[in-house]
């Protein structure tokens, strides 16, 4: 997975490609060595397993912390999600009705997102009770991300975390297995690895809150060094909350007057175009395009590139695509325009069938050809 990050740079740089990189080390620790697999249950090493609630902490902990160190101010209002469902970089099916719930109620799902991420991880630590109140506190948010978005595996990956807070009887008998002895990673070579993992994990947990204490400047040397293997990382989905939706539309033409537009699969386009549900499944160049209309195309090496293998009739890029509007031969001239998508209300959704609404703003890359 990491040789697949690091030859896929831009389009494999997501916070999950790192969350499974790193709980992949993990589970290293965590499984039982043997050639040949089985069903029997067995106790995996206590560090191993608090290595593992204390990653599900960062990622919750760190996941609400540097929503209130950006700054950003729909946050601190608990005035996000009037945002999140249509600005968000996939939305699914049920943003659109997610957007259409009474302010108060976003308001009010906004402050009980702060206290599962703020709150509640401290409680992963503690005894039965408030763990399992925290396990499945942590377990709805994750489902209710999912429900109202497209985020890959990450809300799957986050729940396979909480299971490590969850005891036997929890689960039906029939499920309950008696630990069986196994064979992990020798301890002379566990301990200090997974001691070196939980002291580094202080770092990424200490920069949510912008700054490193001046004691823990080693650490971080030490840190910055290992960051390319990306066994410890930093979490913090949507620090900072997008309250506009710009959309880039690429259109070509064989004249430079009359322009064609390239339909993609998943992400917004036409105004009927239905909302996609993928996940787990990533569309990363639709993701992708989410991010460069953030951005300008001087930034954007790749958007670029893919400009020019649209010009060239790319095959393998056109596949990506819903819509080809040049089908016997690609066109001369490329071009990309900026448009501002808002989502329907439910008067105008009842009229016109339309998703969104949406209104030109600009040019994205001027018309561009091969030469």
């Known amino acids: 997975m990491l040789s697949l990050c690091v030859a896929g740079r831009d389009f494999y740089s997501f916070q999950w490609d790192?969350?499974?990189?790193?709980?992949?080390?993990?589970?290293?620790?965590?499984s039982p060595w043997r050639l040949r697999p089985n069903l029997s249950a067995c106790e995996p090493p206590r560090l191993a397993r608090f290595l593992a609630v204390a990653l599900l902490f960062r990622l919750m902990f760190s996941s609400g912390v540097v929503k209130l160190t950006s700054g950003d101010p729909t946050w601190r209002s608990l005035t996000a999600l009037e945002f999140h469902f249509f600005t968000q970089p996939l939305p699914n099916p049920v943003a659109w009705f997610a957007q259409q719930l009474p302010a108060e109620i976003l308001v009010a799902?906004?402050?009980?997102m702060f206290v599962v991420e703020l709150v509640l991880p401290f409680a992963f630590f503690l005894p039965r009770n408030p763990r399992l109140l925290a396990a499945w506190s942590t377990i709805a948010l994750q489902?209710?991300?999912?429900?109202?978005?497209?985020?890959?595996?990450?809300?799957?990956?986050?729940?396979?975390?909480?299971?490590f807070l969850l005891d036997d009887r929890c689960?039906?008998?029939f499920l309950r297995k008696k630990p069986a002895p196994a064979v992990f990673v020798m301890r002379w070579m566990r301990i200090p690895v997974l001691a070196s993992i939980l002291l580094l994990s202080l770092i990424p947990l200490a920069s949510a809150f912008r700054t490193i204490p001046s004691f823990l400047a080693p650490l971080a040397g030490v840190h910055s060094l290992l960051a390319p293997f990306r066994t410890v990382n930093g979490y913090g989905l949507f620090a900072v909350m997008t309250t506009q939706r710009h959309e880039i539309i690429v259109q070509g033409s064989n004249d430079g007057h009359g322009w064609k537009t390239y339909e993609f699969r998943y992400k917004p386009g036409a105004p009927d175009h239905a909302l996609p549900a993928v996940a787990p499944y990533q569309p990363r160049l639709d993701w992708q395009m989410w991010f460069a209309a953030l951005n300008r195309v001087e930034t954007?090496?790749?958007f670029q590139s893919f400009l020019a293998r649209l010009l060239e009739g790319s095959p393998e890029v056109l596949d990506l695509l819903e819509k080809n509007p040049f089908p016997e031969q690609p066109p001369k001239f490329i071009r990309a325009i900026l448009d501002n998508y808002t989502f329907t209300t439910p008067e105008e959704r009842?009229?016109?069938g339309a998703?969104?609404?949406?209104?030109?703003?600009?040019?994205?890359?001027p018309p561009a050809s091969l030469r």
Do not use: K
Not at 18 to 30: N, P, Q, R, S, T
Not at 355 to 365: F, T, V
């Open 18 to 30: 790192a969350l499974l990189i790193e709980v992949g080390f993990l589970a290293v620790f965590l």
């Open 109 to 112: 799902s906004c402050a009980l």
């Open 143 to 163: 489902a209710g991300i999912a429900l109202t978005g497209n985020f890959a595996f990450f809300n799957l990956l986050s729940t396979a975390l909480c299971l």
């Open 171 to 173: 689960w039906p008998g």
């Open 300 to 302: 954007t090496p790749w």
């Open 350 to 352: 009842e009229q016109s």
């Open 355 to 365: 998703i969104w609404n949406r209104e030109p703003l600009a040019i994205y890359c």
